[in-house]
């Protein structure tokens, strides 16, 4: 289910990307920015990379009274995605990936919730895909670059929340408590 999300998010954004530039080649790839030995991960410059920074579980349901374990059969896991879109664009091709970073930024913003009707490839476990612009201060954002083996670069990271399918049912929104606690019960 994640590596499905990711690779429709890398097909969406780059078929976006592709559109807004006019160009044909690949501008986005799925892939760390560093492999374990701290090299580049893949022998390719000027391009936007989209990498998997943490998983966690969505507990917000959990905190007002719902599910006291998603792990359960039947009963849907709740999913948090931190994901970072960063530029490898240097010298005279820098300005590009500005742009790219700037066109990402502007296609969340217009789009920061994606059903499962908006993106091809999405799971079908998956009803919609929800994206929070995450602030990061400098200590931490040299952390990540550290912890990734890479030098600082152009990029900006997003919190992905996805919303499973409830069920045979596709809603817009989550059921209420009420509902949450009948479909546990009936999955004991």
Known sequence: MIYETLRALELEINSHLKYVTGSNE???VLSNIADQSGAK????DNIIYLSLLRI????TINKSGGYPNNFKKGVPTLLVLYVMFTS?????????GIFLIDK???????????KQTDIDGLP????????????????????IFSATGSKLMPHVIY???????????????LPSMKELNRRLNDNQ
Do not use: C, M, T, W
């Not at 499973?164 to 817009?172: I, L």
């Open 41 to 44: 991960a893949l022998q390719q």
């Open 26 to 28: 690949e501008l986005l």
């Open 56 to 59: 966690d579980e969505d507990k």
């Open 104 to 114: 990402i930024i502007g296609y969340f913003h217009e789009n920061s919730v994606l």
């Open 159 to 173: 919190k992905v929340r996805l919303l499973p399918v409830f069920g045979n049912e596709k809603s817009n929104s």
């Open 124 to 143: 079908s476990e998956i009803d919609s895909v929800v994206f929070d612009l995450q602030n990061i201060d400098f200590r931490e954002v040299s952390n």
């Open 88 to 96: 490898s664009h240097s010298g005279s091709r820098y300005k590009d």
